[in-house]
C-alpha cells in the first residue's frame, strides 16, 4: 500500500535554495522511524512531495522520538479532509493527499503504532461548519486589513509592548491567533529574542513570508494550527493574543488563550492581563422602531396574492434577537453600567461557558429603557506602565464598536427607581453565546425579558469619536456625574 503525498511545510524560497529538501527529508526521516513508513522524497521546482508506503509489520518502531504526533484528516473542508499534519516537537508538516480515502488510509497505517491524535479539544464543543468558515473568515487579506486598519487597536498594542519593553527584551514569547503576524513583530520591536506565532488559518502562510520579508524569519517561528493540536518545545515569558469579538466573548477565542497558559512560565504574563466588560440599560426610541418596523413587511395579507401575515411574530422575534454593533451615542445611556472583571492569567476557562453578570442601578431621570449596551476595555499589565484599550462609546471607534440587544418591550422607569436583573451568556457549538436578559423595577411586578443571538449581528455604522484620558470607560460616568453636580449647585443658586 502506498500513497503520494505534497509536502507543504517550506516555501518557494526555501524550495530554491535546496532547504526544502532537507526540511522534506527531516519529514520523512521522522515518519519512517516513529510511523514505520517507508518514505522516498523528491523535489521539483514548486513542490516536495513524499512518497509513503506502509513497512511490513515486523518492521522497527523507535519510539524514543517523543515529539511525533500526526493529527489526523478535519471534516471541515474537503480541501482539509484530504490533509494531516505530522508534529515533531515544534516544528510541523502538512501533507496533501489525492483523496480523503488515501489521507485516512495513511493515518490508519500511523495509527498501528501510536502517535496519532483524537480530536481536537478546539473542535469537541464546536459545529465544524462554523469552525472551517471561522478559518476560512480569517484566512482573507481582506478581514485582516479591517483589522490592521483599525489604528486605535493596532496603535494600542504596539504602545503597550514598546512602553514595556522590559517585558519583552531577551525574552520568549507566544502570540496566540497570530494572522499576520502583527502582533510577533511588535514584539520582536520591543525586543523579543524568539516569538512563537500560531495561526490554525492559510494566513500562516502569508505570515510566514512577510516575517522572512523583513528580516524577522530567524526570530518569528510560525506553526499553522490551533493552539490546542500542538506543543511547543519550551516554555515561555510572555503570551499575546488579539482574542476579542463583538461583547468580548463572541467567537470564543479567549478559551484559546486561556488553553495557552501552560506554555506560561509562573513568573509569566499576558497581554492582555485582564479585561473588563461593561452592561448598561439604554434608551433610543429611534432604534426599537427601526426594529419593530422591518418585521412589519411580514403583516401583508396580500404579497402576490399571498398572506404573509402567520409569519409576523416569528419575524419580530428574529429582529430582536439580532445584537445591533454601532458606535452609539453615549448620550442613550441611562445609568451606571454594571461590570463584569475578567482576570485572564488566573480564571477558569469553564467559568466562560456560562457569563452571569448582575444588573442594579438606581435611574438618576425617568427614561424609557429600550434594552442593554455593552462594550469592553482590555488592560496590558506592564512592569512600566499599564496600557488600556477600550471600545466603549465615549473613547474613539474601534472595529468591534458597541453593542445594543433590544427588549421586544421596552419598559419605563421613573426617577428614583431602583432596576434589577441580569445578563447570561451561555457558549454555543457556533463560537458564540446564546444571551438571555431580564430587567425589572424593583417593588413592582414590571419586568421585560430577551433573548438575543450573538452569532448573527446587525451592523450599523456611525460615528461619534472622542478621546479621554485614565482608565477609559470610567471616563464617561465621572463626567455624568459631574455634570449632575453642576446642575445642582446652579439650582441651589437659583
Not at 515544534?90 to 480515502?101: D, I, K, N, Q
Amino acid at each position: 500500500m502506498g500513497w503520494t503525498a505534497t509536502f507543504d511545510g517550506v516555501t518557494a524560497s526555501q524550495l530554491a535554495a535546496t532547504e526544502g529538501h532537507s526540511a522534506a527529508s527531516e519529514a520523512a526521516e521522522v515518519l519512517r522511524t516513529v510511523a514505520a513508513c517507508s518514505v522516498q522524497v523528491s523535489v521539483s521546482s514548486n513542490a516536495a512531495r513524499l512518497r509513503v508506503q506502509e513497512h511490513p509489520a515486523s518492521a522497527h518502531v523507535d519510539e524514543s522520538l517523543a515529539g511525533f504526533r500526526l493529527a489526523g484528516p478535519r471534516a471541515a473542508s474537503e480541501a482539509e479532509a484530504r490533509t494531516c499534519t505530522v508534529f515533531n516537537g515544534s516544528v510541523s508538516w502538512r501533507l496533501s493527499f489525492a483523496t480523503a480515502e488515501d489521507v485516512q488510509a495513511f493515518v490508519d497505517v500511523c495509527s498501528k503504532h501510536g502517535g496519532v491524535t483524537g480530536a481536537s479539544e478546539f473542535s469537541a464543543d464546536r459545529d465544524e461548519s462554523s469552525v472551517s468558515e471561522y478559518f476560512r473568515y480569517y484566512g482573507s487579506l481582506s478581514q485582516q486589513q479591517n483589522m490592521l486598519s483599525d489604528y486605535t487597536r493596532t496603535g494600542t498594542y504596539q504602545n503597550a509592548m514598546l512602553l514595556n519593553s522590559a517585558d519583552f527584551q531577551g525574552k520568549v514569547v507566544c502570540d496566540i491567533g497570530a494572522g499576520t503576524g502583527i502582533l510577533s513583530y511588535f514584539a520582536v520591536q520591543a525586543g523579543a529574542k524568539k516569538v512563537y506565532a500560531v495561526e490554525a488559518s492559510e494566513m500562516a502562510v502569508l505570515a510566514r513570508s512577510l516575517a522572512e520579508n523583513n528580516g524577522l524569519g530567524d526570530r518569528v517561528v510560525v506553526i499553522q494550527d490551533r493552539v490546542e493540536d500542538i506543543e511547543l518545545p519550551e516554555q515561555v515569558d510572555m503570551l499575546i493574543s488579539e482574542p476579542m469579538g463583538i461583547m468580548l466573548l463572541n467567537e470564543r477565542m479567549i478559551e484559546s488563550y486561556l488553553h495557552a497558559r501552560k506554555w506560561l512560565k509562573p513568573e509569566g504574563k499576558m497581554f492582555p492581563g485582564t479585561a473588563t466588560m461593561f452592561v448598561c440599560p439604554f434608551s433610543d426610541e429611534q432604534l426599537f422602531q427601526e426594529a419593530s418596523g422591518k418585521s412589519q413587511f411580514w403583516t401583508c395579507p396580500n404579497f402576490f396574492g399571498l398572506n404573509l401575515s402567520c409569519l409576523a411574530e416569528h419575524a419580530r422575534r428574529e429582529y430582536f434577537r439580532q445584537p445591533q454593533v454601532e458606535t452609539i451615542d453615549p448620550r442613550c445611556l441611562v445609568c451606571e453600567p454594571a461590570v463584569k472583571d475578567f482576570d485572564l492569567l488566573k480564571m477558569d476557562k469553564a467559568s466562560l461557558d456560562r457569563v452571569e453578570i448582575p444588573i442594579r442601578s438606581v435611574m438618576p431621570t425617568s427614561r424609557m429603557i429600550h434594552g442593554l449596551a455593552s462594550w469592553f476595555d482590555v488592560q496590558f499589565p506592564g512592569s512600566t506602565e499599564s496600557v488600556w484599550l477600550s471600545t466603549g462609546p465615549h473613547s474613539p471607534p474601534t472595529h468591534w464598536y458597541q453593542v445594543r440587544l433590544l427588549f421586544q418591550q421596552p419598559i419605563l422607569v421613573s426617577a428614583g427607581q431602583t432596576i434589577v436583573g441580569n445578563m447570561l451568556l451561555c457558549a454555543n457549538r457556533k463560537q458564540s453565546y446564546d444571551v438571555t436578559m431580564e430587567l425589572r423595577i424593583e417593588g413592582t411586578d414590571t419586568v421585560t425579558r430577551g433573548q438575543i443571538n450573538l452569532k448573527e449581528p446587525n451592523f450599523r455604522f456611525s460615528s461619534f469619536p472622542t478621546t479621554t484620558n485614565g482608565m477609559p470607560s470610567d471616563y464617561y460616568f465621572q463626567s455624568e456625574a459631574a455634570q449632575a453636580g453642576n446642575m445642582e449647585t446652579n439650582d441651589a443658586q437659583a
